[in-house]
């Protein structure tokens, strides 16, 4: 991201501008300012296109930031979200977490923290996931998100972040292209214990697979991996409580926190 920081300090060294100043002129605060320059955090789109503005510097800052989003993700899952921005459906299984897609920063965060990551990983790691939703559940043309999570999931994380990450995961299956599911504790000992996968539907049919593990994740393209990834996918759909119950399932550990 250091194109993007350095056009920022020079545009601000010109005018002899403050961050405080350059935040004021686009209202945004100056500590959002100075994230962008110590590499923290990407400005998001209608952020970059305001910097360009408001320094003429005509689309200069928001080639940057495009630039610098393709930098912030690790090179192992940029084939996978190539993958994602395409798909037509995604499905996505989750025994212990909130899927990313539906995640809160401050659940990714406290995830992340959990891991141990230095705070620049933890930055960085959570914008990337920003940049993966916009492009995805909260895009103009958003594919069909179909999640199953496990119970569990329902429970993890510190109460002051879950009691918002819950609330957030309940409003997002108000939208008409999210559907979300829970498989109960009763379900038992199943397939879909063997770790968290996504499985996306593309444009004529294709298919493309995700799986991950401890150290990153993996793509599945191979025909007979995504087949069996198919068959974890129906063997957790047919363990998942309806629409209606999980709704009620997740309002109930919603009303456990107040």
Not at 69 to 74: I, N
Not at 102 to 114: E, I, M, W
Not at 144 to 162: D, F, H, R, T, W
Not at 190 to 196: N, R
Request: glycine residues 6%; charged residues 25%.
């Amino acid at each position: 991201m250091s194109e993007l920081r350095e056009i920022l300090r020079q545009q601000r060294a010109k005018r002899r501008w403050s961050q405080e100043q350059a935040g004021a002129a686009i209202n945004v605060s100056a500590s959002l300012i100075a994230a962008i320059e110590t590499e923290r955090i990407i400005p998001q789109d209608d952020t970059a296109r305001a910097l360009d503005e408001l320094f003429g510097t005509g689309d200069q800052i928001q080639r940057a930031t495009e630039a610098a989003r393709e930098d912030a993700r690790p090179p192992w899952l940029r084939p996978w979200t190539d993958h994602e921005h395409r798909a037509v459906l995604l499905r996505t299984w989750e025994p212990h977490l909130i899927p990313g897609l539906l995640q809160t920063d401050a659940y990714t965060r406290a995830v992340l923290r959990g891991s141990r990551l230095p705070v620049k990983a933890v930055e960085k790691t959570t914008q990337v996931r920003q940049d993966r939703q916009a492009a995805t559940v909260d895009g103009p043309e958003p594919p069909m998100l179909s999640a199953i999570i496990g119970e569990a999931a329902l429970n993890c994380g510190p109460p002051e972040v879950l009691k918002g990450q819950l609330q957030h995961l309940l409003e997002m299956t108000d939208l008409p292209h999210v559907q979300v599911l829970v498989v109960p504790w009763t379900a038992g000992l199943h397939a879909g214990l063997s770790g968290a996968f996504v499985i996306a539907t593309l444009p004529q049919r294709g298919r493309a697979g995700y799986v991950d593990d401890q150290l990153r994740g993996r793509l599945v393209t191979e025909a007979g991996d995504l087949d069996q990834l198919e068959v974890s996918w129906e063997i957790v759909t047919g363990l998942a409580l309806p629409v209606h119950l999980s709704r009620e399932l997740i309002a109930g550990r919603i009303k456990d926190h107040d």
